[in-house]
């Protein structure tokens, strides 16, 4: 599989240790890297996906055992008791009057048994074989998806906070700056050089900038606590993502390599071209149920009873069966029709998802250079706001501009700030997005993406202490196979 572009311009880091508990229970502080592999060992979603990979493993080992020796071994032990009674029964000489005849047999028997039977032709339980076999091909697959879903889903949540945090630090800002422009309006008005609207529109810019920094401190607690849902453990601190991250576009630069990537990689088109193999050999298995099945038996059986004179009877047989179905009320007809059809909506399943790749990797391509381009507009244009605020300002001194005007520019600034910091997260998750959509993210990619955040400056959370907090998944017991 190929490298992420990015992965090759730093290099690898190993398992992030734990920086420390924090106070709050078991809350964690650590980077992307620890909670990508905490999300690994405990996501639900993920666990689920392997569990049935292994069942459809399980599957292909039951189907298999029906092609080798079939060995049982019976018995059997009964008491049995017979009376009969008959009334009239002739006596001496033919006449009538003899006493009745009663007779009482009790007896005892035991018997053992010994069969086995071998296959030696039976197609419908070889094609059942194969289609196992290309069962295993697609749930790989689909373990292989799961995997880069979930990978791509830690960094979603963990850059979602580090959002949420430089959000609220520009909301919070805005509404320190806010509030300081209406203590000044206020005493202009009180020493009459402004008039009491200015007041007013200083209260309701103040009133709108606390309403969004309390939003934005909900979102930041919302976003930390998604990741514990992927994890089963809480994290109170993370990594901060460093100022000096190259914004350069995706490596190789032609679109339409990333689409020839996907088509090789990407485990969602190579599950869907494998569920078409899966559909032929489900054909397969409807179309030999025409055919002869041939197996050979051997037999044996020993028998023990105290009504025989004997000691024992015994019997052993040795023979092959053969049989061939003729008529089935036209079910295995039905079935193979059936199966014809779903094979060609396997087909159609597969053209839509290659179809489907190629828009969505043509689309985070076009992203992720879009976003190298965003993120130094964005840039200028907090440099831009705080020049245009610096001039509203001085107007406003002089009296050339009055004070909605200086609301505003401190608005536009902050939003600014705000948008610059979305525009770098936007940036590195498009990367993340497309090497998702090409079927090449893994933990290469995690571990150069972590190399990013910096290991000073961190974002925490305060969260509530909760006692009944069990990271654990309790599933019960697995059963298990007698030993």
Do not use: C, K
């Not at 592999?37 to 049935?52: F, K, R, V, Y």
């Not at 047999?105 to 197609?123: F, K, M, R, W």
């Amino acid at each position: 599989m190929l490298r992420p572009p990015f992965a090759r311009r730093f290099p690898r880091r190993g398992l992030a240790v734990l920086v420390g508990f924090l106070m709050t229970g078991n809350a964690q502080a650590a980077d992307l890297w620890t909670i990508a592999q905490d999300a690994l060992d405990n996501d639900a979603e993920l666990s689920s996906t392997q569990a049935g990979f292994r069942a459809t493993e399980a599957a292909r080992d039951v189907q298999r055992g029906t092609l080798l020796p079939q060995i049982s071994v019976g018995g059997n032990a009964s008491h049995s008791r017979v009376y009969n009674s008959a009334n009239g029964q002739l006596g001496e000489g033919g006449q009538g009057g003899g006493s009745p005849f009663v007779q009482d047999d009790t007896v005892n028997s035991i018997g053992l048994s010994l069969d086995a039977e071998q296959a030696l032709y039976d197609p419908s339980r070889r094609a059942q074989l194969e289609q196992a076999e290309r069962e295993i091909d697609r749930d790989a697959l689909g373990v292989d998806a799961a995997t880069q879903q979930l990978l791509f889903n830690v960094a979603n949540s963990y850059f979602e906070i580090l959002r949420a945090h430089d959000i609220l630090s520009a909301r919070r800002a805005q509404e320190v700056a806010i509030s300081r422009q209406l203590e000044q309006a206020r005493e202009r008005f009180e020493v009459g050089l402004i008039a009491i609207t200015d007041v007013h529109e200083a209260q309701a810019s103040y009133d709108l900038a606390r309403a969004q920094r309390i939003a934005a401190e909900g979102a930041m607690q919302v976003s930390f606590e998604a990741l514990e849902r992927l994890t089963g453990h809480r994290y109170n601190s993370i990594g901060a993502l460093d100022e000096e991250v190259p914004i350069t576009p995706p490596e190789p630069a032609d679109r339409e390599e990333w689409v020839a990537l996907a088509m090789a990689n990407s485990p969602l088109v190579l599950a869907a071209e494998a569920g078409i193999e899966v559909a032929r050999s489900s054909v397969e298995v409807a179309r030999a149920g025409q055919r002869p099945v041939v197996s050979a038996f051997a037999s044996y059986g020993w028998a023990d009873s105290d009504r025989t004179g004997a000691d024992y009877q015994s019997e052993s047989q040795v023979g092959l069966r053969a049989s061939l179905p003729l008529y089935t009320g036209g079910s295995t007809q039905a079935q193979i029709r059936q199966s014809g059809f779903l094979l060609e909506a396997s087909q159609y399943d597969f053209e839509a998802q290659r179809r489907d790749t190629i828009q969505q990797v043509r689309s985070s391509f076009t992203l992720a250079n879009n976003n190298v381009e965003t993120v130094e507009a964005r840039r200028q244009a907090i440099v831009s706001n705080q020049s245009a605020l610096e001039a509203t300002r001085s107007g406003y001194e002089v009296g050339t501009r009055n004070i909605v005007d200086v609301l505003n520019a401190e608005q536009n600034l902050f939003n600014a700030i705000a948008e610059h910091a979305e525009a770098r997260y936007d940036y590195v998750l498009s990367l993340l997005q497309l090497q998702l959509q090409a079927g090449l993210l893994g933990a290469d990619s995690i571990q150069a993406v972590n190399a990013w955040l910096s290991e000073q400056e961190r974002v925490s959370l305060e969260l509530p202490d909760e006692a009944n907090n069990n990271p654990v998944m309790n599933i019960g017991e697995r059963p298990r196979a007698p030993s």
